[in-house]
């Protein structure tokens, strides 16, 4: 009788080069920690995000696999909290390969992070984080791995 192959069942995660990208205050929204940390002070949940992105960060890069880029998109509305004109449409500060962009006003992070996935800037090999539908089915048509808020968040913070 021939043997069946066993089928070995890799998380994705753990091949991670290249670009993720996260819709931020779809991350926030979506944790019960965050948005009370947000509810209270904004400025306070994009911190913790920061943080649990530092922890993804460094627990999905392993040996010489590349190093995995994390870009965190926020809408740059300035009803969300205080959002610095300077910093809209800019790239806020990158360090610690996260990197920090602060959408036009009237420009949602859904529509920045769509643009990157339609001009395959963010295409195999890369991560999306969004609760959107329309994100999620268009980058896994790109070939990139569509992940929920939920499941990011249960990835970023130490067990």
Not at 73 to 86: A, L, R
Request: glycine letters at 6%; aromatic letters at 6%.
């Amino acid at each position: 009788m021939a043997r069946k192959k066993r089928r070995q069942h890799t998380n994705p995660l753990h091949q991670a080069i290249g670009l993720l990208l996260v819709d931020a205050y779809n991350v926030i929204h979506a944790d019960p920690v965050l948005k009370t940390a947000f509810d209270e002070k904004p400025e306070l949940a994009r911190n913790q995000l920061r943080s649990m992105c530092r922890y993804f960060r460094s627990k999905n890069q392993r040996g010489n696999r590349g190093q995995l880029q994390v870009c965190l998109v926020f809408d740059g509305d300035s009803t969300v909290g205080h959002v610095p004109e300077k910093s809209r449409e800019k790239v806020l500060s990158e360090r610690d390969g996260i990197r920090e962009v602060f959408t036009e006003t009237g420009v949602k992070a859904d529509n920045w992070i769509l643009e990157k996935v339609r001009s395959r800037e963010a295409a195999e090999g890369s991560w999306v984080v969004s609760s959107d539908l329309e994100v999620i089915q268009e980058t896994r048509v790109a070939g990139a791995y569509a992940l929920s808020p939920a499941e990011f968040v249960k990835q970023s913070r130490p067990a």
